[in-house]
């Protein structure tokens, strides 16, 4: 890293001279003699090549270099200590920001009851959904992008990150009320050959429980795939109008088949059984992000005397 000729005690030079326009009157606010900042003023002009100041009557004003320094001075000692206010408060527990990400789209059906009862508990903890990570959360996690993540047991694993299970549910095909497949209990994996499958086209990659599925039953692939953003719910809306098949959870199909306009059929005779877990970091002791997964393991889809998830 190249050596900076700025440090942070003419940050602090810099913005007091600007806001007070005199040596004098910014020793006042620094508690420093009116010689020590000539001096530190001096020797920053002397490290960039050129003047910072110039004297207009009784005022210091800043050249052109000057103001675009101190500006920046302004913005970095503003973050600076924001960043120690909220250092201060993540030592105690009681602040900061937790990033989050999941690989399922449904997720976000009942993610914001999870957030809602943890605003209540710590009001100063913000948790931002980080959406473009949930292609690798846990390259994400490993790059301190992310703080926690939702995954599939068939998420490739990864040295230093951590996995809690949190339930176990089943991915299932959804068909509209006219579809050949509505009503039925179960269909053998080979009759996903005959289908248009409208879906994350991630979720017939080899790793994953359906890719691993269709291989093992000797099934290529479904008649046509139309890959559709998974959080889009065009997969959804595609089945209900029975122009093919959507994959989801079980627990997001149930309440969708309610109405009886869309039904929920096992794939193959045992099921598909997905395994969802909670990925951080190893080691992360952070109170507010053990209260996090607190709150998951607590508040997800099947946790006893939770209610069904709406309408997606």
């Not at 009157?25 to 530190?40: I, Y």
């Not at 979720?203 to 008649?223: C, D, F, K, N």
């Amino acid at each position: 890293m190249t050596e900076l000729a700025v440090e942070s005690r003419h940050l602090l030079l810099l913005v007091a001279l600007d806001a007070a326009g005199s040596l004098h009157a910014a020793s006042r606010k620094l508690h420093v003699s009116p010689s020590a900042l000539s001096q530190q003023l001096r020797e920053l002009e002397d490290r960039l090549g050129g003047p910072l100041f110039l004297r207009q009557w009784r005022r210091l004003v800043a050249t052109a270099t000057g103001r675009r320094l101190t500006d920046a001075a302004r913005a970095a000692l503003a973050d600076l200590s924001r960043a120690e206010s909220e250092a201060r408060r993540l030592m105690s527990g009681t602040s900061g920001v937790l990033r989050l990400s999941t690989s399922c789209h449904q997720s976000y059906a009942w993610l914001p009851g999870v957030l809602r009862a943890f605003a209540e508990r710590f009001p100063d903890v913000e948790v931002t959904v980080v959406a473009d990570s949930a292609d690798a959360p846990s390259e994400a996690l490993l790059a301190r992008k992310l703080d926690v993540a939702l995954v599939t047991g068939d998420t490739p694993r990864a040295r230093g990150l951590a996995y809690q299970r949190l339930f176990r549910d089943e991915l299932v095909a959804l068909v509209g009320s006219e579809h050949p497949l509505f009503g039925r209990a179960w269909v053998p994996l080979e009759a996903l050959a005959h289908e248009h499958l409208w879906s994350d086209a991630r979720a017939l990659e080899p790793h994953t429980v359906l890719g691993r599925a269709l291989a093992l039953a000797g099934v290529a692939g479904p008649r046509k795939l139309t890959p559709v953003p998974p959080a889009s719910g065009v997969a959804v809306e595609m089945a209900r109008a029975n122009l093919g098949i959507a994959l989801v959870p079980r627990w997001a199909a149930t309440p969708l088949a309610a109405s009886g306009a869309l039904g929920a059929v096992r794939l193959g005779k045992r099921g598909l059984a997905l395994e969802w877990q909670i990925a951080t970091r190893v080691g992360e002791a952070d109170p507010a992000l053990s209260a996090f997964v607190d709150s998951l393991v607590a508040d997800h889809p099947r946790a006893p005397g939770r209610k069904p998830a709406g309408r997606l």
